[in-house]
């Protein structure tokens, strides 16, 4: 009886998990620049998705959603494998430190500072992961040659990437904390039914 009542436990979970990431898919694609010159740099709402199952399960979870959401936006020929990783590792740097904090010591509060500290990671993270990594493969092999170079590399990140992943993570907070202020009994049940 007890394992059967898990196993459905952990069907629903899955299928909520799948959901989730396919919301998020489906949110990947209202997307819109806000940075002149940086054209490529688009704001979505799909990490919304991803937090709520953060709250709900575990910062893990979050990452699954994130996971799903970029698994089949590359089944479906969405993108490039770069800017696919690079969506991916964004999610979980900006997802992982707003549910943690969340999980750690519950409330409005905790939401806010996680969402902060979420903001804060994605940005350093995605600066030095550019730095380092994405646009030097961009350079190599995208015919993004302009990437190699010293000073472009440093514009594209102070003047692009780190205010973007800033804005991106104040609107995304913006959006999320008044939904999970009505959300908050509703995904509190679901701990309690679920986890």
């Known amino acids: ?20 990431g396919t919301i998020s898919l489906l949110l990947f694609f209202l997307n819109f620049p806000v940075l002149p010159g940086f054209g490529y740099l688009k704001i979505d709402f799909s990490d919304i998705p991803a937090l709520i199952a953060g709250f709900i399960f575990s910062p893990l979870a979050g990452v699954i959603v994130e996971a799903i959401k970029n698994i089949l936006y590359a089944a479906i020929g969405g993108g490039e494998p770069v800017g696919i990783a690079s969506n991916f590792l964004a999610g979980v740097m900006f997802v992982v430190p707003a549910a943690y904090l ?4 519950k409330g409005v509060k905790s939401v806010v500072s996680g969402l902060i500290a979420g903001t804060i990671m994605m940005a350093i993270g995605m600066s030095i992961l550019n730095y380092l990594v994405f646009l030097p493969i961009y350079a190599l092999f995208m015919g993004m ?28 907070g913006i959006l999320f904390v008044p939904l999970f202020v009505k959300m908050r009994s509703w995904i509190e049940q679901k701990q309690a039914n679920i986890v």
Request: charged share 20%; hydrophobic share 50%.
């Open 1 to 20: 009886m007890r394992s059967t009542k898990l196993q459905s436990s952990r069907l629903l979970k899955l299928i909520i998990l799948a959901l989730l």
């Open 102 to 105: 969340y999980h750690k010591f």
């Open 145 to 172: 040659e302009e990437m190699s170079i010293e000073s472009v590399k440093w514009y594209t990140i102070i003047a692009g990437i780190l205010p973007f992943n800033i804005i991106k993570g104040i609107i995304i």
